[in-house]
């Protein structure tokens, strides 16, 4: 077929545009033959502009639109003429405003290859001329124009940007409001056209007017009856320039950004605007908060900021506030659902908001305010639950969360005030509302992960809120109820015995009579108590795993998030039952559990990889035989793809007609040399700058990262065995260190650390000890891997943005000095301390993302608290490998640890300096001598501090010195001994009163103290007054909660048998018998120390029956009495002992 023209044309373009899909196909294929052909163009505009028919000229605009690029260069000049003539002669004469819009698309491609070649000069002209028209339309179509022109040719166009901003500026004045409102689409994609200051200053000419009209927009947008898509579409763009203007790297932004941030308060206070709308003006005071995050103060706007979210976080909305938080079902929407749909409210964007700031501004500023706030609520309320008539339930629902939100990143100064904070909890959990007991139970969960160790102490005032929720029949307070026992099964670990048999009982009741998303919430919380009280929950766990069973056989959808808690729980109680425990279950949970690796679900792959991790941790290098099943899957997932392309929406938004042919104008050159092929819509339009935007679900992230786990735990767990694997996994894991969200990049490097495991095991090397490296100590196949993890870690610690990326860079490397001792890191050891006091100083690439101006506004300077206790974590170790050869290190560490223990910094610098310290101490030996007299100040200062984790951390530094430096430490043994006396008074009442003390300790601090005084009796016994502090001692034994210490102790009490007097231990020898009994059988022991104190109390029967003997011979006449000396030591050391720990305990001293 000839190229059609006149009426044959106007035939087949209504062909196409027919209802016959037989007809369609032909004309389409006859539209696609003729547009091959330049000479086609001349039919095709005459269409534009002459077919009576408007969705004609339309289709013949949008089909020339698509191919013009790759017919411009076949035309002559002549024919280019002929060709821009017509085009500006139909967009003047048009009288329909989707053919405008087609053929002003269509001028914007033609404009493409002309105008940066300095050809079409009639255009611009043109332009201007439509903008002074009297018509409406050609004022509109003008600036629609001038917007595309904007987006395609933006080099070309930012050499007018001054009399761009002119037309603007009248635009936005014009007083049709069509006119305004195309002003500020096209408005947007001006800002990205600046790169310099004096660029900028036009810019800012701008920014008043397009707020007034931004304003303008939002409100007709939310009056009813004009909340339309389109309208919505348009608001939602002008926040580019907003976005845009606050990310330019010009120094004169920030004269700005007060102006802007105002602004964008107005909009997110509004609240008749669209919740999209004003989560976008709260992301951009977030962003502009994030890139400066002392701006805000220093613009005196803090106040401001917080008093809107404030504003919107009491707002009454009736949607689960809670959905994405403490859901185990995640809040994300189903795989079917449009990810472009938008799902927030202004209670979750406004706390986001408020988590930043806490986390960038001084508790001093933000948590007043938010305290207060609270406060006032609740007030007026009575003992009896009541609360003031004059604050709603949403009011107090809003003061709730927002003492939940700050509750991490002002853990230090609300830790102080816990029992205040829970009078007001426990209010607000009886309320007579059912969302403010919702949100009390979440604020409360928050408490208790956040506050600790104080928060814990009070576990007896928060249970029954617990109960009452439970047994509430609202669904939505019971999933709130099981949320909070997840958290405090995490956080009391084995105080939780005592409440085990009620919270379970309740819990697998109603497990058996709830919903679905309930069940989640179940199940969560029972995988958390469990862990919590281990192998305490093997009653419970036949019951537990025989639902799971069943869950886990379900391929429902709608289970597939109960599916995964479940499959998370049985690995949970597989890491409790042990390998033989777990046997009679694992053969059908295993299959099932890699069954569900098929389903289309990433939450439940995530848990699955979860679940055979702990499988492989339980069954160690028994684990290599199931090897070639997981490897392969786990490896799959860690390098599939989990990104979506989608292309930019185009300026004029889709094409509403049209065959579906390839659109060859987007690949041409500005000058339009030669065409494209290429019919890839999401390839980068390199001149438009839309790029394709990837998009993520966070639940395939958490499913790379747990993967990543696994792939590590087989590695840890089978060591050699994994060898044959390493290579794919090492290369695999590497792929993700780059990859773009932090997470993933911190799991791949510390899977990356534990697939090492498998080298150093399968090429053994030489024994290694503390000190300076002599020789290599790892195998030449070893070195090559481990050198290439450690300069990565390096790499990563000067270059990653992420703070988590750094710490978990940290971590990786402690891992790996304490497996393979200092040769490991020898060689990269003036590196690696460099990258240490950089972190320490906070001056690394990941601290110092902010503008040096800004230093100096807070009380303290900011850093992540997870990443600086990393820090000393490696430090700590390092010491530990290297002992006195540490020394030259200490002396330049020293002085940056001190730093951490300023009067101005947060508590939490100081638990972690001071527990630093000791730890520094227990690893160089007696090589800290040097650097005793100023440990001493520092541990005796902190045994007076008011935080408990200090106190604690300070007693173990006083214990490490002693033991050290012994002779050192000696004079000062009594004024110690005098500090740690009240140190000794347990929580509850326990020794208060005595000697005339009061106060008692948390039973982390009791138990470092008597671990101190522990340490103190073996380097000096005879400066310990063991006359007096003995009785004490034992009476405050055994330890409450820091299991680390047990063997401390009870290496002590051997000590002690062994070379203390008779007259010393004797009176004292129940008492001993009765603490070794409890170490042999308690369920906080491990199997080591309960073999240790079986040995001992062994012996001191057997020594006591010695005893007997030689009395025997002496005094003939007491036989008898003596004779059951021994019999009537073991019944009291039995006495305080149930009848399952009195027979285990028989047993381990018969063994």
């Given at each position: 077929m000839s190229v059609p023209g006149g009426a044959e044309l106007e035939l087949v373009l209504q062909q196409f545009l027919g209802h016959d899909n037989v007809t369609r196909r032909v004309a389409e294929k006859h539209l696609a033959k003729a547009l091959k052909s330049p000479q086609s163009i001349p039919a095709f505009l005459d269409r534009i502009g002459t077919s009576p028919h408007a969705e004609v000229r339309q289709l013949a605009a949008t089909l020339l639109r698509k191919k013009i690029g790759g017919l411009w260069s076949g035309l002559r000049n002549e024919d280019h003429v002929a060709v821009e003539q017509a085009l500006l002669k139909s967009l003047q004469a048009e009288s329909n405003r989707l053919v405008r819009l087609a053929v002003a698309h269509l001028i914007s491609v033609v404009a493409k290859f002309t105008l940066p070649s300095k050809r079409w000069p009639e255009l611009l002209p043109f332009l201007l001329q439509l903008l002074q028209a009297p018509e409406v339309s050609h004022r509109e179509i003008a600036m629609t124009l001038i917007h595309a022109l904007c987006d395609r040719i933006p080099t070309f166009m930012r050499q007018h940007l001054g009399p761009l901003v002119d037309v603007f500026l009248k635009g936005l004045s014009d007083p049709e409001t069509i006119v305004r409102f195309a002003t500020l689409r096209a408005v947007a994609p001006?800002?990205?056209?600046?790169?310099?200051?004096?660029?900028?200053?036009?810019?800012?000419?701008?920014?008043?007017?397009?707020?007034?009209?931004?304003?303008?927009?939002?409100?007709?947008?939310?009056?009813?009856?004009?909340?339309?898509?389109?309208s919505l579409e348009l608001v939602l763009s002008v926040f580019e320039i907003f976005d845009d203007l606050a990310e330019l790297p010009l120094s004169t932004v920030k004269q700005h950004l007060h102006g802007l941030i105002q602004a964008m308060l107005q909009i997110a206070a509004n609240t008749q605007a669209h919740i999209a709308v004003r989560e976008r003006a709260v992301s951009i005071i977030g962003s502009i908060a994030a890139d400066n995050p002392k701006l805000l103060a220093r613009l005196g706007l803090v106040d401001s900021v917080l008093q809107l979210i404030l504003a919107v976080l009491v707002e009454n909305y009736t949607a689960d506030i809670f959905r994405g938080d403490s859901d185990p079902n995640g809040g994300a929407p189903a795989d079917d659902e449009d990810d472009d749909d938008f799902d927030a409210s202004g209670i979750q964007f406004a706390s986001q908001l408020l988590d930043q700031l806490a986390g960038t501004l001084p508790n001093t500023v933000v948590l007043p305010p938010v305290l207060n706030f609270a406060q006032q609520q609740f007030s007026s309320g009575g003992t009896n639950g009541t609360t003031p008539a004059t604050s709603s339930p949403a009011t107090r629902r809003g003061a709730v969360l927002a003492l939940s939100v700050v509750s991490a990143e002002c853990r230090d100064p609300l830790r102080e005030m816990v029992p205040q904070l829970l009078d007001l909890l426990l209010l607000a959990g009886s309320d007579s509302e059912v969302p403010v007991r919702e949100a009390a139970c979440v604020c409360l969960s928050r408490f208790v992960e956040n506050l600790q160790p104080e928060i814990l102490a009070h576990h007896g005032r928060i249970l029954p809120v617990v109960f009452q929720c439970l047994d509430d029949p609202n669904e939505k307070l019971q999933q709130k109820a099981c949320y909070m026992l997840d958290k405090l099964g995490e956080g009391m670990e084995r105080?939780?015995?005592?409440?085990?048999?009620?919270?379970?009982?309740?819990?697998?009741?109603?497990?058996?009579?709830?919903?679905?998303?309930?069940?989640?919430?179940?199940?969560?919380?029972?995988?958390?108590?469990?862990?919590?009280?281990?192998?305490?929950?093997?009653?419970?766990?036949?019951?537990?795993?025989?639902?799971?069973?069943?869950?886990?056989?379900?391929?429902?959808?709608?289970?597939?998030?109960?599916?995964?808690?479940?499959?998370?729980?049985?690995?949970?109680?597989?890491?409790?039952?042990?390998?033989?425990?777990?046997?009679?279950?694992?053969?059908?949970?295993?299959?099932?559990?890699?069954?569900?690796?098929?389903?289309?679900?990433?939450?439940?792959?995530?848990?699955?990889?979860?679940?055979?991790?702990?499988?492989?941790?339980?069954?160690?290098?028994?684990?290599?035989?199931?090897?070639?099943?997981?490897?392969?899957?786990?490896?799959?997932?860690?390098?599939?793809?989990?990104?979506?392309?989608?292309?930019?929406?185009?300026?004029?938004?889709?094409?509403?007609?049209?065959?579906?042919?390839?659109?060859?104008?987007?690949?041409?050159?500005?000058?339009?040399?030669?065409?494209?092929?290429?019919?890839?819509?999401?390839?980068?339009d390199e001149e438009s700058g839309r790029p394709p935007i990837l998009r993520v679900r966070t639940s395939d992230l958490d499913m790379k990262s747990a993967a990543l786990h696994a792939l590590g735990a087989f590695a840890l767990m089978t060591e050699e065995h994994f060898w044959p694997y390493f290579e794919a996994a090492f290369e695999s894991s590497l792929k993700l260190v780059q990859y773009f969200h932090s997470d993933v990049r911190s799991n791949a490097i510390l899977s990356m650390r534990h697939q090492l495991t498998a080298a150093y095991h399968h090429s053994p090397g030489l024994p290694w000890s503390p000190g300076n490296p002599e020789v290599d100590t790892l195998h030449p196949d070893a070195r090559k891997p481990v050198d290439f993890l450690v300069t990565l870690c390096l790499e990563r610690m000067e270059?990653?943005?992420?703070?988590?990326?750094?710490?978990?860079?940290?971590?990786?490397?402690?891992?790996?000095?304490?497996?393979?001792?200092?040769?490991?890191?020898?060689?990269?050891?003036?590196?690696?301390?460099?990258?240490?006091?950089?972190?320490?100083?906070?001056?690394?690439?990941?601290?110092?993302?902010?503008?040096?101006?800004?230093?100096?506004?807070?009380?303290?300077?900011?850093?992540?608290?997870?990443?600086?206790?990393?820090?000393?974590?490696?430090?700590?170790?390092?010491?530990?490998?290297?002992?006195?050869?540490?020394?030259?290190?200490?002396?330049?560490?020293?002085?940056?640890?001190?730093?951490?223990?300023?009067?101005?910094?947060?508590?939490?610098?100081?638990?972690?300096?001071?527990?630093?310290?000791?730890?520094?101490?227990?690893?160089?030996?007696?090589?800290?001598?040097?650097?005793?007299?100023?440990?001493?100040?520092?541990?005796?200062?902190?045994?007076?501090?008011?935080?408990?984790?200090?106190?604690?951390?300070?007693?173990?530094?006083?214990?490490?010195?002693?033991?050290?430096?012994?002779?050192?430490?000696?004079?000062?043994?009594?004024?110690?001994?005098?500090?740690?006396?009240?140190?000794?008074?347990?929580?509850?009442?326990?020794?208060?009163?005595?000697?005339?003390?009061?106060?008692g300790q948390p039973a982390n601090v009791v138990d470092n103290a008597l671990a101190c005084i522990a340490r103190m009796i073996q380097a000096n016994k005879d400066g310990c007054h063991l006359e007096q502090v003995l009785p004490v001692w034992l009476d405050r034994l055994p330890l409450r909660q820091d299991a680390l210490e047990h063997m401390t102790v009870y290496r002590c009490l051997a000590f002690l048998l062994e070379s203390a007097s008779e007259l010393l231990v004797g009176p004292h020898r129940v008492r001993v018998a009765q603490l070794l009994a409890h170490g042999a059988t308690h369920h906080s022991t491990d199997g080591e120390t309960k073999d240790y104190c079986a040995g001992l109390l062994r012996s001191l029967l057997l020594q006591q029956q010695q005893q007997q003997q030689q009395q025997q011979q002496q005094q003939q006449q007491q036989q008898q009495q003596q004779a059951g000396d021994a019999t009537q030591l073991l019944s009291q050391a039995l006495s305080g002992l149930s009848m399952e720990a009195q027979q285990a305990l028989q047993l381990r001293l018969a063994a």
């Amino acid at each position: 077929m000839s190229v059609p023209g006149g009426a044959e044309l106007e035939l087949v373009l209504q062909q196409f545009l027919g209802h016959d899909n037989v007809t369609r196909r032909v004309a389409e294929k006859h539209l696609a033959k003729a547009l091959k052909s330049p000479q086609s163009i001349p039919a095709f505009l005459d269409r534009i502009g002459t077919s009576p028919h408007a969705e004609v000229r339309q289709l013949a605009a949008t089909l020339l639109r698509k191919k013009i690029g790759g017919l411009w260069s076949g035309l002559r000049n002549e024919d280019h003429v002929a060709v821009e003539q017509a085009l500006l002669k139909s967009l003047q004469a048009e009288s329909n405003r989707l053919v405008r819009l087609a053929v002003a698309h269509l001028i914007s491609v033609v404009a493409k290859f002309t105008l940066p070649s300095k050809r079409w000069p009639e255009l611009l002209p043109f332009l201007l001329q439509l903008l002074q028209a009297p018509e409406v339309s050609h004022r509109e179509i003008a600036m629609t124009l001038i917007h595309a022109l904007c987006d395609r040719i933006p080099t070309f166009m930012r050499q007018h940007l001054g009399p761009l901003v002119d037309v603007f500026l009248k635009g936005l004045s014009d007083p049709e409001t069509i006119v305004r409102f195309a002003t500020l689409r096209a408005v947007a994609p001006v800002v990205s056209l600046v790169e310099e200051d004096h660029e900028l200053q036009h810019i800012s000419r701008l920014l008043g007017p397009t707020v007034t009209v931004l304003q303008e927009a939002i409100e007709r947008q939310g009056h009813v009856g004009q909340e339309d898509e389109s309208s919505l579409e348009l608001v939602l763009s002008v926040f580019e320039i907003f976005d845009d203007l606050a990310e330019l790297p010009l120094s004169t932004v920030k004269q700005h950004l007060h102006g802007l941030i105002q602004a964008m308060l107005q909009i997110a206070a509004n609240t008749q605007a669209h919740i999209a709308v004003r989560e976008r003006a709260v992301s951009i005071i977030g962003s502009i908060a994030a890139d400066n995050p002392k701006l805000l103060a220093r613009l005196g706007l803090v106040d401001s900021v917080l008093q809107l979210i404030l504003a919107v976080l009491v707002e009454n909305y009736t949607a689960d506030i809670f959905r994405g938080d403490s859901d185990p079902n995640g809040g994300a929407p189903a795989d079917d659902e449009d990810d472009d749909d938008f799902d927030a409210s202004g209670i979750q964007f406004a706390s986001q908001l408020l988590d930043q700031l806490a986390g960038t501004l001084p508790n001093t500023v933000v948590l007043p305010p938010v305290l207060n706030f609270a406060q006032q609520q609740f007030s007026s309320g009575g003992t009896n639950g009541t609360t003031p008539a004059t604050s709603s339930p949403a009011t107090r629902r809003g003061a709730v969360l927002a003492l939940s939100v700050v509750s991490a990143e002002c853990r230090d100064p609300l830790r102080e005030m816990v029992p205040q904070l829970l009078d007001l909890l426990l209010l607000a959990g009886s309320d007579s509302e059912v969302p403010v007991r919702e949100a009390a139970c979440v604020c409360l969960s928050r408490f208790v992960e956040n506050l600790q160790p104080e928060i814990l102490a009070h576990h007896g005032r928060i249970l029954p809120v617990v109960f009452q929720c439970l047994d509430d029949p609202n669904e939505k307070l019971q999933q709130k109820a099981c949320y909070m026992l997840d958290k405090l099964g995490e956080g009391m670990e084995r105080d939780f015995v005592p409440y085990l048999e009620p919270v379970c009982t309740r819990l697998l009741a109603l497990l058996g009579r709830s919903s679905t998303a309930t069940q989640a919430y179940v199940v969560q919380s029972l995988g958390a108590i469990a862990a919590g009280v281990e192998e305490l929950f093997k009653p419970y766990a036949p019951a537990l795993l025989s639902l799971v069973q069943q869950v886990m056989s379900s391929e429902q959808p709608e289970h597939y998030i109960l599916r995964a808690r479940c499959t998370e729980i049985a690995g949970i109680i597989a890491g409790i039952l042990g390998e033989e425990g777990f046997g009679v279950f694992e053969a059908e949970l295993y299959q099932r559990a890699m069954h569900g690796l098929r389903l289309e679900c990433s939450e439940l792959r995530e848990y699955t990889f979860g679940f055979l991790a702990n499988l492989a941790q339980i069954h160690g290098k028994n684990w290599a035989g199931r090897l070639p099943e997981t490897v392969p899957v786990v490896l799959h997932a860690i390098e599939q793809d989990d990104g979506q392309l989608r292309a930019a929406p185009s300026v004029f938004g889709k094409d509403s007609q049209g065959p579906d042919l390839k659109d060859e104008d987007e690949d041409q050159d500005q000058e339009g040399n030669g065409g494209n092929d290429n019919d890839d819509g999401d390839e980068e339009d390199e001149e438009s700058g839309r790029p394709p935007i990837l998009r993520v679900r966070t639940s395939d992230l958490d499913m790379k990262s747990a993967a990543l786990h696994a792939l590590g735990a087989f590695a840890l767990m089978t060591e050699e065995h994994f060898w044959p694997y390493f290579e794919a996994a090492f290369e695999s894991s590497l792929k993700l260190v780059q990859y773009f969200h932090s997470d993933v990049r911190s799991n791949a490097i510390l899977s990356m650390r534990h697939q090492l495991t498998a080298a150093y095991h399968h090429s053994p090397g030489l024994p290694w000890s503390p000190g300076n490296p002599e020789v290599d100590t790892l195998h030449p196949d070893a070195r090559k891997p481990v050198d290439f993890l450690v300069t990565l870690c390096l790499e990563r610690m000067e270059n990653d943005e992420s703070k988590d990326v750094v710490a978990a860079c940290c971590e990786a490397l402690v891992g790996i000095t304490r497996l393979m001792g200092p040769a490991a890191v020898h060689s990269h050891m003036n590196k690696l301390m460099d990258r240490l006091m950089t972190l320490l100083r906070q001056r690394a690439y990941c601290q110092t993302r902010e503008d040096e101006e800004d230093q100096g506004l807070e009380d303290h300077p900011d850093h992540d608290q997870t990443l600086i206790d990393s820090v000393a974590d490696l430090v700590d170790t390092l010491a530990k490998a290297y002992g006195a050869g540490f020394t030259l290190h200490m002396a330049a560490v020293m002085p940056e640890l001190m730093r951490y223990l300023g009067p101005r910094r947060p508590t939490s610098d100081h638990v972690m300096a001071v527990g630093s310290f000791a730890e520094i101490c227990i690893g160089m030996g007696p090589a800290v001598e040097p650097f005793a007299p100023r440990l001493m100040e520092v541990f005796v200062q902190g045994l007076s501090s008011k935080d408990a984790g200090v106190r604690s951390n300070a007693c173990y530094g006083v214990g490490a010195l002693c033991q050290q430096v012994p002779l050192i430490m000696a004079p000062h043994f009594p004024s110690l001994l005098h500090r740690l006396r009240p140190l000794l008074n347990r929580e509850g009442g326990e020794g208060q009163g005595e000697d005339g003390e009061d106060g008692g300790q948390p039973a982390n601090v009791v138990d470092n103290a008597l671990a101190c005084i522990a340490r103190m009796i073996q380097a000096n016994k005879d400066g310990c007054h063991l006359e007096q502090v003995l009785p004490v001692w034992l009476d405050r034994l055994p330890l409450r909660q820091d299991a680390l210490e047990h063997m401390t102790v009870y290496r002590c009490l051997a000590f002690l048998l062994e070379s203390a007097s008779e007259l010393l231990v004797g009176p004292h020898r129940v008492r001993v018998a009765q603490l070794l009994a409890h170490g042999a059988t308690h369920h906080s022991t491990d199997g080591e120390t309960k073999d240790y104190c079986a040995g001992l109390l062994r012996s001191l029967l057997l020594q006591q029956q010695q005893q007997q003997q030689q009395q025997q011979q002496q005094q003939q006449q007491q036989q008898q009495q003596q004779a059951g000396d021994a019999t009537q030591l073991l019944s009291q050391a039995l006495s305080g002992l149930s009848m399952e720990a009195q027979q285990a305990l028989q047993l381990r001293l018969a063994a």
